[in-house]
């Protein structure tokens, strides 16, 4: 009769390590966290505190946009806003091609285009900053940063117009929303 050879590995197949015990299992990278909202929802104040409280990275998109191209995002805004799309998906896609421990702080209308919101559904969990627009008026006002969907005509009704349009799609994307009228902090 033939002598049975020794399996290596466990009945379900898993290999084992020494003495017949299962090889340790890798770490599971932790999921990006990207947050989302209207301009001036606190999305890059509260991914620089998210990312030191968790000990991970931050990326505030458009900066990340700005240092790739070289340029500012009202000068690429500039090209027209489609243009400036494309340049956004694929800095996005960059950011998030590898699961790391990071907090990405995007553009408020990153959730326009499709392929941004399965790009940040499948590679990240998304959180909704999610402020009043009263509130937000307020906060831009506050603000000198530039704002190139804004600078064309009464701030009050682009908001708003912003806020019909994107909110339902935040919505639908964010796997949280979070009350951000308050003290970026809490």
Request: hydrophobic residues 40%; charged residues 25%.
């Given at each position: 009769?033939?002598?049975?050879?020794?399996?290596?590995?466990?009945?379900?197949?898993?290999?084992t390590?020494?003495?017949?015990?299962?090889?340790?299992?890798?770490?599971?990278?932790?999921?990006?966290?990207?947050?989302?909202?209207?301009?001036?929802?606190?999305?890059?104040?509260?991914?620089?505190?998210?990312?030191?409280?968790?000990?991970?990275?931050?990326?505030?998109?458009?900066?990340?946009?700005?240092?790739v191209?070289?340029?500012?995002?009202?000068?690429?805004?500039?090209?027209?806003?489609?243009?400036?799309?494309?340049?956004?998906?694929?800095v996005?896609r960059?950011?998030?091609?590898?699961p790391?421990?990071?907090?990405?702080?995007?553009?408020?209308?990153?959730v326009?285009?499709?392929?941004?919101?399965?790009?940040?559904?499948?590679?990240?969990?998304?959180?909704?900053?999610?402020?009043?627009?009263?509130?937000?008026?307020?906060?831009?006002?506050?603000?000198?940063?530039?704002?190139?969907?804004?600078?064309?005509?009464?701030?009050?009704?682009?908001?708003?117009?912003l806020?019909?349009?994107?909110?339902?799609?935040?919505?639908?994307?964010?796997?949280?929303r979070?009350?951000?009228?308050g003290?970026?902090?809490?």
């Amino acid at each position: 009769l033939p002598i049975p050879k020794r399996r290596s590995g466990r009945s379900d197949g898993t290999p084992t390590g020494r003495r017949g015990l299962a090889a340790p299992k890798e770490a599971t990278p932790p999921t990006p966290i990207a947050l989302v909202g209207l301009p001036g929802s606190g999305k890059s104040t509260v991914a620089q505190l998210l990312a030191a409280r968790l000990g991970w990275r931050h990326v505030d998109l458009d900066e990340r946009i700005e240092q790739v191209t070289g340029r500012t995002i009202p000068e690429l805004f500039g090209d027209g806003e489609d243009r400036f799309r494309n340049v956004e998906t694929e800095v996005l896609r960059g950011v998030l091609a590898v699961p790391t421990g990071v907090v990405v702080a995007t553009g408020g209308g990153i959730v326009t285009r499709a392929l941004n919101r399965s790009v940040l559904t499948a590679r990240s969990t998304v959180i909704w900053l999610d402020v009043p627009v009263e509130a937000l008026l307020d906060r831009l006002r506050a603000d000198a940063t530039a704002r190139p969907l804004l600078d064309d005509g009464e701030p009050a009704e682009l908001l708003a117009r912003l806020a019909n349009t994107r909110i339902p799609l935040y919505e639908g994307l964010a796997a949280h929303r979070v009350d951000a009228a308050g003290d970026p902090e809490q």
